[in-house]
């Protein structure tokens, strides 16, 4: 089955950097790859997505890059907030069905 | 629009116990899901619905977990008997069709003493 890997685990920045996370795959039939924030005791919250005939996405200061040829894609935060604090989590998925496998999330912090 | 949603909202109980949990999805939405999240963990997908029917349940452990959702509507999680390693949140989430965004419920936050 599928395998997705996610680092870092933990990412703190200032506020006003920038965050980038990593997440990798194992299959490469994965076609749909989608991000998750889930803020401390809260449900998890589509932020952004990407299908595989795209190579990158942006929504404001989020981004998201895909590299099929390496199976791997990345989350971009710009000027980060504090209000960004929370964990972070990468899926992917595959065919007509969305069957996501996620990663184990990153908790990044934004210091003021 | 109402979100998903799920009770109870918080469960303990003793091993070997019996636990039930229910899942009313966004109306109009044929897809449902079970996941359970280990705390410091992703997700897991335990079972998929497609209105009435199973799309998926390969991770959901069928000797002690069962799931359904006979109407298409609303889905019950039952977990009997209860082990310490199933202490979790199970979530509930729902999408329109297959590949669209999908919508979690607040979730069910199961202590197993």
């Known amino acids: 089955g599928e395998n997705v890997e996610q680092h870092p685990s933990t990412l703190s920045v200032q506020e006003g950097d920038s965050a980038v996370i990593k997440c990798t795959y194992s299959?490469?039939?994965?076609?749909?790859f989608p991000w998750y924030k889930q803020e401390l005791g809260k449900r998890p919250q589509l932020i952004i997505d990407i299908r595989s005939n795209v190579g990158e996405k942006k929504d404001q200061r989020i981004a998201v890059t895909l590299n099929k040829t390496a199976k791997h894609f990345s989350l971009h935060i710009t000027e980060t907030q504090p209000e960004d604090s929370a964990v972070y989590f990468c899926?992917?998925?595959?065919?007509?069905?969305?069957?996501?496998?996620f990663g184990r999330g990153t908790s990044l912090i934004v210091h003021p | 629009e109402a979100g998903v949603a799920q009770s109870p909202r918080y469960k303990i109980i003793e091993k070997r116990q019996s636990v039930a949990f229910w899942c009313n999805p966004i109306?109009?939405?044929?897809?449902l899901y079970w996941y359970q999240q280990i705390l410091g963990q992703g997700p897991k997908l335990l079972i998929q619905f497609q209105n009435n029917g199973v799309v998926d349940d390969s991770q959901l452990p069928k000797d002690r977990f069962s799931a359904e959702r006979l109407k298409g509507v609303d889905s019950t999680l039952k977990i009997q008997p209860a082990k310490l390693e199933d202490s979790a949140v199970y979530l509930c989430?729902?999408?329109?069709?297959?590949?669209?965004?999908?919508?979690f419920g607040p979730g069910t936050r199961l202590t197993v003493t």
């Open positions: 989430a729902s999408s329109f069709r297959g590949l669209d965004e999908q919508y």
């Open positions: 109306s109009g939405h044929a897809t």
């Open positions: 899926a992917a998925s595959k065919g007509r069905s969305y069957i996501p496998t």
């Open positions: 299959d490469s039939a994965s076609n749909y």
